[in-house]
């Protein structure tokens, strides 16, 4: 109860501080086996949560210069929802961590939107 644990009612004062940030994360590139297992323990390391993974795999039209969905294609298009408290990320840093570890396995692009850039956009 909060009256037999004074530190209970500190730790919530704390916890309403926390500035939640969410925002989409956007990986295109070859698709290679294990990719998304070191992308997603990398946002673990980070203290971001995984709200949502959608994965495309398929190949490129080349007349169109467009990605077209195919089951079992070479490439992979995938998007990450996450969430993390603003103040617990350097974002420059992630975003730099991001490029370089998805370089190295195999993601072609990368690109890491939060809602609020996202919305800046649109005005």
């Not at 996450?82 to 072609?108: C, H, K, S, T």
Request: net charge negative.
């Amino acid at each position: 109860t909060p009256k037999a644990d004074g530190g209970w009612a500190a730790a919530t004062a704390v916890a309403r501080k926390v500035n939640r940030v969410t925002g989409t994360l956007y990986l295109f590139g070859v698709d290679r086996p294990g990719q998304l297992a070191v992308i997603t323990k990398m946002l673990s390391e980070q203290r971001l949560t995984v709200l949502h993974l959608h994965v495309q795999s398929g190949g490129a039209d080349l007349e169109k210069c467009d990605f077209v969905q195919a089951s079992g294609g070479p490439l992979a298009e995938n998007r990450i929802r996450i969430a993390f408290d603003e103040a617990g990320v350097d974002l420059a840093a992630l975003r730099a961590e991001i490029e370089e570890i998805g370089r190295q396995i195999g993601y072609a692009v990368t690109c890491l939107v939060t809602d609020v850039e996202s919305q800046l956009r649109a005005w």
